[in-house]
């Protein structure tokens, strides 16, 4: 029986309490508390488990001790099939993030088991994944004896054979010593050697200044990482290690805040996934997909039209790698859509820059093309090839201010009320959260037709400047990179609308004669939606069609997609965006793919990522969320909802420090009042 369910016994013996079941995390608590207690600069911790032994929770050993990843000694089975339990058992410990730094097994001379298995780990152990494991063959216990005093005798001195400093036992203690020194001394040279060796992503290197900029991350597991935040060596053998104080650990827990750059959606090393990538690794590995077709990509094309975000208006699903390139592809979908109905009934033959309507502050990418869909900014404006190609409408945002829900923007709004805090700016006040996001009902209030107003004088007025547009872009509901905006939906709902309206108006910018197509096909221009950040429940719902009430013709997926194993993109298209692409001529295909596409352990991954999320929606798992969001909304149902209760969203925005506070799904967003221009920290708010 383990450490941790001894102690958990031996403390509901001492209780009053009906006894019951442990969960997964007074287990886990138990063994940090044995933990604690046996810190040393070198531990020696045993316990003897069974790899796939269930606790009395019923979640496995593997799993359950898997957020330790403590250093493994695998005990081989020397008998009959022991060969096989002995591998499945180093697979399955393999897979979960362990280190088996020790194999044992007894040297018994029948099945000799010991033979091959010392063979296998020395190959083994040529491989560049997992620790190099050390093997021990132990000759076998001695027969029991029938006279007590006998068999203590020969025992105690199997055992002090064993304690020998030749022994093969000794030999993996020494081992298991070296490869504790040699993991500190790992994480102790990661971050010189990063510094001198990587180029960071979104990094300005002349600012690193030290290694301790460096946050080294050992492993991931849930919603945290097992990071060495500063130089391990001076923690090592410091007086508060000795006597067990939690600080004094060389890896701290970090809250993974940022989701992994919002990839994360079930938890970081999720073993579902991890054999799924496995399986599809082992039955595929990667195979071509132009004109071929493999199990895990029609699945996932499938249930992502019928059943996902594509459903009652995409026909086809076009994969890439992330999504940047996804933006890549829908933006060549819908240019050429645009182009081949507008300009083949065009009536001049003079050839205008092309571009698309989208939002201040959106970010699609980094991908050339996606960059040039984006007004210039700090992701995009110092690139030598940027060119902002199109025209992008000022964001109205939703956010509780000092406990109000306030609809409002930093622009002129002709008809608006002033806002009480900006001379220039506007704002419209709400009863409820739930107003807002109540599109339908919104369509013909006065913000409605101000909005519509608005967009329509500023469409005019592009069209008249001689100016031509192949697509609508925009990322419903949250503009992240661009600030974590929550945009108004009403805005969207209108954009999308008004834009949809104006098929004459985009045909006279082409010149062309013949605006109007099939009743089912797109009108006006091609409405792309990028949800790579907000799409697959991040915003709360498995796409912003459910809150706007309106379909794309083209939406992006990435993220969480995968679940944040791997990376893979979908593009989805409607029919008549596949339709632009048919014709005689190879060259009138859509001609855009990498080596990788439809990737079959990535799209295995996404399959099960899905499956994960559906269960978790149709089980209720965020029902308690939901509740806590149900005041103000109609028929006590609630349309949107978050983990951050709106008690507390709307109670830190009443801080002197806040200026806005908002929540969606798993995304919360603070902005605070800098008066002063400089950078302020989210820590600031305690300081109160």
Known sequence: MNLSVRTWLRNRQNSKKEPRTPSINTLFSQSQGILKGSLSPSPQIGDIQCVHSPIPSGTTQAEAYRPLRLPIILVGDSNLGGISSTISAYESLLLRGYDVESFLIFKENYYRNWEYLSDWFAKRNKSAVGAQTRVGVLPKPPERRLDPAEDFEVTEQYYKTLCQPDSPMQEVLNQLGKAHQDRIEELESMPNRTIQHVWWPFVQHATVKSPQDVTVIDSAHGDTFDAALSSPSSTLVSSSAISGSASSSILQPLFDGSASWWTQSVGHARTSLTLAASYASGRYGHVIFPLASHQPALQLAERLIKNGPGKDWASKAFFSDNGSTGMEVALKMAIRSAKLRYLSSSQTSEKKELGVLGLKGSYHGDTIGAMDACEGGVYNAAVEWHKGRGYWFDVPTVGF????????????????????????????????????????????????????????????????????????????????????????????????????????????????????????????????????????????????????????????????????????????????????????????????????????????????????????????????????????????????????????????????????????????????????????????????
């Open 401 to 688: 201010k000092e406990g109000r829900v306030v609809v409002s923007g930093d622009w002129e709004l002709p008809g608006a009320s002033r806002s009480k805090n900006d001379h220039t700016g506007w704002s419209e006040e709400f009863t409820s959260v739930h107003g807002v996001y109540d599109v339908e009902n919104r369509l013909h209030s006065k913000l409605a037709n101000l909005y519509r107003a608005r967009i329509q004088d500023t469409l005019e007025r592009l069209v008249d400047q001689g100016r031509q547009f192949g697509a609508l872009v925009i990322e419903p509901l949250i503009m992240g990179a661009g600030g974590m905006l929550f945009v108004d939906p009403l805005f969207h709902r209108v954009l999308v609308d008004t834009v949809r309206s104006n098929a004459r108006l985009f045909a006279k910018a082409w010149g062309s004669s013949s605006p109007h197509s099939e009743d089912d096909s797109w009108k006006g221009l091609p409405v792309i939606y990028d949800e790579v950040f907000t799409g697959l429940y991040r915003a709360g719902f498995l796409s912003a069609t459910s809150v706007l009430k309106t379909n794309p013709d083209i939406s992006v997926l990435a993220k969480i997609l995968t679940g944040g194993l791997l990376p893979l993109s979908v593009t989805l298209a409607s029919q008549s965006i596949y339709d632009s692409f048919l014709s005689p001529n190879k060259v009138d295909a859509l001609l855009h793919g990498h080596s990788y596409t439809a990737n079959p352990i990535g799209c295995a991954v996404a399959n099960e990522s899905l499956n994960t999320l559906e269960t978790m929606d149709q089980t209720g798992t965020w029902q308690k969320s939901k509740d806590l969001w149900k005041e103000g909304s109609l028929e006590g149902v609630s349309p949107i909802w978050s983990v951050w209760s709106s008690d507390f969203v709307k109670e830190i925005s009443r801080l002197g420090q806040v200026e806005e506070s908002m929540a969606l799904g798993t995304v919360l967003a603070i902005r605070l009042r800098d008066p002063s221009g400089a950078p302020t920290w989210p820590k600031g708010l305690f300081h109160s």
